[in-house]
């Protein structure tokens, strides 16, 4: 006579059965994303409820301008970023930036050309940038956006005006007009005019 198998584990048991519905406890709630199985019933009269009226164009005019307002100060939350990488080195390596000051490297240059060339372009394409949010509705008020946008980008203008003064590229001091000055006319001379 042969001897039977032993029976199969417990957890073995558990994983090919159907679990068990367990009573609700009304003291603790479901977890969020949590979804009970519904029945067929529940299921029908969920999705007759569940159907999502379209929204009024007063309220897609909010959302809209909400929108716009977003990506007129998108370009200040670019300004911290590049304020960083310019005040540290001019390096798009921002782990050894501390290390290079402010001479003239190819990174550097890069990144002062970057700060002219993004603002100049997204000044440019103005009217394209905000066409999506243009409504009736909202027409009117997108000035104030866009004159912000302007602002927002004049920002980036002009930090990278201050890093190329910090660069040494700006004429700001007199040495660097020394060209066009002319020779200076004594008023008085200290030795006589023969001597010199």
């Known amino acids: 006579m042969s001897a039977l198998p032993p029976p199969p584990p417990q957890w073995v048991i558990d994983l090919n059965s159907t679990p068990a519905s367990k009573p609700k406890n009304l003291s603790i709630p479901d977890p969020p994303g949590y979804t009970a199985a519904l029945s067929s019933k529940q299921r029908s009269q969920s999705s007759k409820t569940a159907v999502r009226k379209a929204p009024t164009t007063e309220e897609m005019d909010t959302l809209k ?7 007129a100060i998108a370009p200040a939350k ?7 990488g310019t005040l540290c080195a001019n390096s798009h390596l921002y782990l050894g930036m501390y290390m290079t000051g402010n001479t003239l490297q190819i990174f550097s240059i890069f990144m002062v050309f970057t700060l002219f060339k993004t603002p100049v372009i997204a000044v440019l394409s103005l009217q394209r940038v905000f066409a999506p949010f243009e409504t009736p509705g909202t027409s009117g008020r997108l000035i104030g956006v866009k004159i912000v946008y302007v602002l927002m980008n004049m920002l980036m203008l002009g930090l990278g005006i201050w890093k190329v003064n910090q660069m040494g ?28």
């Open 78 to 84: 670019q300004l911290p970023m590049n304020a960083i």
């Open 169 to 196: 590229l700006l004429p700001t001091t007199r040495s660097d007009w020394l060209a066009w000055e002319g020779e200076r006319t004594w008023s008085e001379r200290a030795v006589p005019r023969q001597w010199l």
């Open 65 to 71: 301008m909400k929108k716009a307002w977003e990506l």
